[in-house]
């Protein structure tokens, strides 16, 4: 039974920092994608990073140069560094984790099976 659990949300003024992490139990496939999401009120679910079990990352142009996804396999998590946080950065904050797709590729958000049950970010202005 995999178990995504994420921590580290808050409440934070604009151009501040936040980091976000996401503790994996049960996930025993050794090559993996991992994400973050997020979703605001009234819209739709919408990607922000993702790490794929090589290396590579990929992030969503709203925060290029101000989010970085990382993670610590000996503890099983995965990270997200929110700087310059902007109001529009306010939403639910997902993880989510599977398998690769055909050709490697990381999974669209929603093929994604596996997912924690959010914590939400608020940026004030």
């Known amino acids: 039974q995999v178990q995504l659990v994420e921590s580290g949300g808050g409440s934070v003024q604009a151009g501040g920092s936040l980091r976000l992490s996401c503790a994996a139990f049960?996930?025993?496939?050794?090559?993996?994608?991992m994400g973050w999401f997020r979703q605001a009120p009234g819209k739709e679910r919408e990607g922000v990073a993702a790490?794929?079990?090589?290396?590579?990352?990929s992030y969503a142009d709203s925060v290029k140069g101000r989010f970085t996804i990382s993670q610590d396999n000996a503890k099983n998590t995965l990270y997200l560094q929110m700087n310059s946080l902007k109001p529009e950065d306010t939403a639910m904050y997902y993880c989510?984790?599977?398998?690769?797709?055909?050709?490697?590729?990381?999974?669209?958000?929603?093929?994604?099976?596996?997912w924690g049950q959010g914590t939400q970010v608020t940026v004030s202005s």
């Open positions: 989510a984790a599977d398998t690769p797709r055909y050709g490697g590729r990381c999974p669209e958000w929603h093929e994604y099976n596996y």
């Open positions: 049960g996930y025993t496939y050794s090559s993996y994608c």
């Open positions: 790490i794929h079990s090589d290396g590579s990352t």
